[in-house]
């Protein structure tokens, strides 16, 4: 099965850091661009950061730039979210996502794989 693991979501407090990571289950997958987007109760799903199959070009949404890292590592198949400083508005769910058809987007669209989600909650 192909297919896309999100994992490292948790209850956290403001101010606490959380390592998110996506976990692919075929080596083709390191050649393409991945992503990560959220998804709060009641709102679209968002962009938050992609970077490219090479890790050479990163791209982050206002609301998460300087506080979040995205980083890959092709030889196992891995792709991370090192948030820090977290806010309450960072909760959502969290999706790791995957595209076959670009070099990178912020648009879900062209994204054709996706994980799971894994909960964020960040308390007060």
């Known amino acids: 099965q192909v297919q896309l693991v999100e994992s490292g979501g948790g209850l956290v407090q403001a101010g606490d850091s959380l390592r998110l990571s996506c976990a692919a289950s075929a080596r083709t997958f390191s050649t393409y661009p991945k992503g990560w987007f959220r998804q709060a109760p009641g709102k679209e799903r968002e962009f938050v950061a992609a970077?490219?199959?090479?890790?050479?070009?990163?791209y982050y949404a206002d609301s998460v730039k300087g506080r979040f890292t995205i980083s890959r590592d092709n030889g196992k198949n891995t792709v991370h979210l090192q948030m820090n400083n977290l806010k309450p508005e960072d909760t959502a769910v969290y999706y790791c996502a995957a595209s076959s058809r670009v070099l990178v987007s912020t648009k879900p669209g062209p994204y054709d794989y996706w994980g799971q989600g894994t909960q964020v909650t960040v308390s007060s």
């Open positions: 970077i490219t199959w090479n890790g050479g070009n990163t």
